[in-house]
């Protein structure tokens, strides 16, 4: 038989969703948010804009991409494309709340895409 090994009370790590499937029965664990924290994202949480804001935005990327001499993924990847227009972002602080945002991207890109996101 197994050593019992006695469990911290408390324990900081990030699961994906398909981690809940291959944990062992005996071990009972909590889902808990962090204040702030960002939802990870996997394919059931992934964005799914198709929408005409989401048409705009890659059709403004693949110009700017091309005018700063850089593949289109390089100033976003599609998932930050749509998660800008499912959330309708309407400034700089909603921007920053998405993953691939980050200061660099908002300072060079925020107010073009909000512009976008506004005309809808």
């Keep these: ?59 403004w990327r693949r110009k700017r991409a091309h005018a700063d001499g850089v593949p289109a993924y390089v100033v976003f990847h599609d998932r930050t494309l749509a998660e800008i227009a499912d959330r309708k972002c309407k400034d700089w602080a909603d921007l920053a709340a998405i993953s691939g945002v980050g200061p660099a991207k908002l300072e060079r890109y925020a107010d073009e895409i909000l512009e976008i996101v506004a005309r809808g």
């Design 1 to 59: 038989m197994g050593r019992s090994i006695p469990a911290p009370t408390t324990v900081n790590c990030e699961l994906s969703s398909a981690s809940w499937d291959v944990l062992p029965n005996e071990m009972r664990l909590s889902r808990t948010e962090s204040p702030g924290a960002r939802p990870s994202r996997d394919a059931s949480t992934a964005p799914v804009s198709g929408g005409p804001v989401f048409q705009r935005l890659k059709e």
